[in-house]
C-alpha cells in the first residue's frame, strides 16, 4: 500500500509539472490578439462607410433611384460587418466573470443574427419597389444619380485602401476587406445605371440594377446569419469536425488508444473548443501525452482551449482505480 501511494503520489507531482511547463506565456484570459491599429482602423472605416451610407439613401430618395438605395443597404451590410468587428475587440477584452465564464464574446453572434434578419427585409423591399417600378417606370435623376455614386466609388476605394495599409491577417479585418470589395460592384452598378438612364432615358435600367445589387446583399446576409446560427447551434468550425481530429490524433500522437465523447464547438468567430476521452496506451506517460494532443489541436485545428480526459482501466503508468481528468490548463485562474 505505502509503495502505491508513493507511486501515486509521484505521477501526480510529475504532471503537475509538464502542465506549469506548458503555459508559460500562455495567455489565460481569451483575449483575442488584436493591436490598436487594427481597432482604429475597423473603427475610423465604419463610421465613414455608415455616414456615407446615410448620404447615399437621401441621395437615392431625391433623385428617385433605386440602384442607389440598394447600393446603400450594401453599405449598410458593410457598416454591420465593422460595427460586428470592432464590438468584437471590445467585448473580447471584457474580463470573464463567474457568472459568464467566456465573458462577452457572444454578443457578435446575437447581434450578427439580429442584423441578418433585418438585411432579409431590406431585400425584400428593394425587390418589391423594383417589381412596382417595372410596372409603373418612375423618373429618375442621372445627373445627382450619378454623382452620389460616384463618390460613393471613391469612398470604397478609400476605405479598402485604409484597410489594407498594415495588418491584414486579423479574421474581422479580412471580413471587412471582403464586404468593402463588394459594395465596390453596387457603386459601380449604380454609375452604369446613371450614364444609360442619361444618355438614353431608359429608367427600367435603375430597378434592374437595384436587384442585382439587392442580391449582393441577400448573398451578404445569407452568409451572415448562416454562420451565426452555426455558432449559436454549437456548431464545430469548418476545419475541425470529430472524425477528422479523432483519426488526425491517432495517426500522429503516440500512446493512444481509443477517443471517445469527442465535442468541439465554437464560442464565437474565430474561437474554437473542445473537450475529448482519451485512453492510453499501456505505460504512456499521462502528462507527456496530454500535452502532445493539446499542442497538436491548437497547431493543426486552432482549438484554444481543449479539455483533455484520460479514460482508462489501470493499464497506464498512473493507476487509479476511476477515470480522472487531466485539464493543461489545471491550477489556473480562467
Partial sequence: ??????????????????????????????????????ERKILISFFIIFGFMLVEATGGIISGSLALLADAGHMLTDAVALG?????????????DNSKTFGYMR????????????????????????I??????????AGPMFIVAIIGMLVNLFVLWYLTRGDTEHVNVKGAI????????????????????????????????????????????????????HILLEGAPENANAQEITEYLLKNVSGIEKITH???????????????????????????????????????FSIEHPTI??????????????PTQIDPHAGHNH
Avoid at 133 to 141: I, L
Fill in 1 to 38: 500500500m505505502s509503495n502505491q501511494r508513493d507511486h501515486n503520489h509521484k505521477c501526480h507531482d510529475h504532471s503537475h509539472e509538464g502542465h506549469d511547463h506548458s503555459h508559460e506565456g500562455h495567455d489565460h484570459s481569451h483575449v483575442p490578439d488584436v493591436s490598436n491599429g487594427n
Fill in 84 to 96: 460586428l468587428a470592432y464590438a468584437a475587440f471590445r467585448f473580447g477584452r471584457r474580463i470573464a
Fill in 107 to 130: 454578443f457578435e453572434v446575437i447581434a450578427g443574427l439580429m442584423n441578418s434578419l433585418t438585411l432579409f427585409a431590406i431585400v425584400g423591399w428593394i425587390i418589391y419597389e423594383a
Fill in 132 to 141: 412596382e417600378r417595372f410596372q409603373s417606370p418612375q423618373p429618375v435623376m
Fill in 178 to 229: 471582403l464586404h468593402v470589395m463588394g459594395d465596390l460592384l453596387g457603386s459601380v452598378g449604380a454609375i452604369i445605371a446613371a450614364i444609360v438612364i442619361w444618355y438614353t432615358g431608359w429608367t427600367p435600367i435603375d430597378p434592374i440594377l437595384s436587384v442585382l445589387v439587392s442580391l449582393l446583399v441577400l448573398r451578404s446576409a445569407w452568409s451572415l446569419f448562416k454562420r451565426t446560427l
Fill in 262 to 300: 469527442i465535442h468541439i464547438w465554437m464560442i464565437t468567430s474565430g474561437r474554437s473548443m473542445a473537450t475529448l476521452h482519451v485512453k492510453p496506451k499501456d505505460g504512456v506517460d499521462l502528462a507527456t501525452l496530454t500535452l502532445n494532443i493539446e499542442n497538436e489541436l491548437k497547431s493543426k
Fill in 309 to 322: 480526459a484520460i479514460d482508462w482501466q489501470g493499464n497506464s503508468t498512473c493507476s487509479l482505480e476511476n
